[in-house]
């Protein structure tokens, strides 16, 4: 299961603290992905990226941020302004614009709130 | 933008039944449908998808159909085993660019 990574698992954070989920390819995909998960709520988009230093607000942007300032290379920010950040967040990468391409996720990471 | 509405949120069957999965979606510049199958804890993966050229593709025991101008598409698996139990999510993209996914559904098949 090569090709996009996500670091760490599982994390945990306290209240009113940043932190920062990784998400790196190197399956030389121009478009990167970052999605939240909830049980009964499918895959939400958080942020995309279709080129480097270039992305864009998904649906459920608000107390997220994102760089890319690397081609393989998409971290999250989850902010003390996201007030229920508890899910689990997977990260996908797709190779071009075009919109026939598959999606690759990675193995996700489970954020906590304590 | 893009509404994609999956139904059924659960599904119960026999192993050797059949399962239907279907969805809907309302942006008609959409023409590509994946469908992934996610098991418990671990990352969506892709088991078919179709074109909006195409109104049905199979593989092996899963099919897909496409039904464009009523702007829905079903994931059918045959002879179902308990290894198909999984979370299936179908999704649609093309006018945008960005996949538009359902909310899932858990097929859970009983031995």
């Known amino acids: 299961d090569g090709g996009i990574t996500q670091s760490p698992k599982y994390l945990f954070r306290k209240e009113g603290q940043n932190v920062t989920l990784s998400c790196e390819q190197n399956?030389?995909?121009?478009?990167m992905y970052w999605y939240r998960q909830d049980p009964g709520q499918g895959l939400r988009l958080i942020y995309y990226s279709q080129i480097v230093n270039d992305f864009q607000k998904g649906d459920i942007a608000e107390g997220y941020s994102v760089s890319r300032e690397k081609k393989e290379s998409f971290p999250l920010t989850v902010t003390s302004a996201q007030k229920n950040p508890t899910a689990f967040y997977l990260c996908a990468s797709r190779i071009g614009r075009s919109s026939y391409n598959e999606q690759f996720f990675g193995p996700g990471t489970r954020l906590t709130v304590l | 933008g893009e509404n994609v509405e999956q139904h059924p949120s659960t599904l119960s069957v026999q192993e050797g039944d059949s399962a239907v999965i279907k969805c809907t979606y309302s942006?008609?510049?959409?023409?590509?449908f994946p469908w992934y199958k996610q098991e418990l804890g671990k990352r969506p993966q892709l088991i078919i998808d179709?074109?909006?050229?195409?109104g049905e593709k199979k593989d092996q025991r899963i099919a897909v159909t496409l039904n464009k101008t009523a702007k829905h598409f079903s994931l059918h698996i045959t002879e179902t085993q308990p290894e198909d139990s999984a979370v299936y999510f179908c999704a649609a993209s093309g006018g945008s660019y960005i996949p538009t996914f359902g909310r899932g559904t858990s097929l859970i098949v009983h031995p």
């Open positions: 179709i074109r909006s050229n195409v």
């Open positions: 942006d008609s510049a959409s023409n590509y």
């Open positions: 399956l030389n995909h121009d478009a």
